[in-house]
């Protein structure tokens, strides 16, 4: 039996950005389509098989160690987004100023798809989620730019929405209205022995 089960679930791709410099800005470049390497997107600066270190992982790493790159893609939820504009008092948020790889539509609490889960595109291109993205401070200046005054809660509003990251399991094309199809591992919740016991 495969540890990963195909669902009937699937994720419309809305969206395709790429993000060129991030010390220059966060803002993604709109994409038809995207070409999916084992480092990512080509030119994307959250690419690469290898990153440095972050504030994310200082418990497992000194700041700046080399480690795999499993934070090639930012992927959101169209859903999610527009929860965020809505608690924001906007009519629409731009997936370019959240510095998004990918949109996708029609799956529900996405932000919560569980860890190791696949997103499969039609042609075979395949991300594995990471986890869970928390919403970091960069958007609020580029949210800010374009509306001002509107980014100073975007942390809050984007808490449990903010999309997850994912990297490249297999090479291939994703395009503008590919359907990826989920994939979920096959095996119960974790929880700590103690916990199962008071069940």
């Known amino acids: 039996m495969p540890a990963l089960k195909p669902t009937g679930i699937f994720g419309t791709v809305t969206w395709i950005g790429r993000v060129a410099d991030r010390e220059a800005a966060l803002v993604a470049e709109a994409l038809e389509a995207a070409e999916l390497t084992f480092a990512g997107i080509a030119g994307e600066s959250h690419g690469g098989l290898t990153r440095r270190s972050c504030s994310r992982v200082v418990a497992q790493h000194p700041k700046g160690t080399e480690i795999r790159n499993v934070r090639q893609l930012s992927v959101l939820s169209a859903e999610e987004i527009a929860l965020i504009a809505a608690e924001l008092g906007l009519a629409a948020l731009d997936p370019a100023w959240l510095g998004a790889s990918l949109v996708v539509q029609g799956i529900a609490d996405f932000s919560h798809v569980p860890p190791s889960s696949r997103l499969q595109a039609p042609a075979g291109a395949t991300l594995v989620v990471d986890m869970e993205n928390r919403p970091c401070h960069l958007p609020a200046k580029v949210i800010d730019a374009a509306a001002p005054g509107k980014g100073r809660t ?19 094309e994703i395009r503008l209205g590919d359907a990826l199809r989920l994939h979920v591992p096959d095996q119960p919740a974790w929880a700590p022995p103690d916990a199962r016991r008071a069940v």
């Not at 929405?161 to 090479?171: D, F, Q």
Request: aromatic share 10%; hydrophobic share 40%; glycine share 16%.
């Open 154 to 172: 975007f942390k809050a509003a984007a808490r449990g929405r903010r999309g997850v990251t994912a990297w490249v399991e297999r090479e291939g």
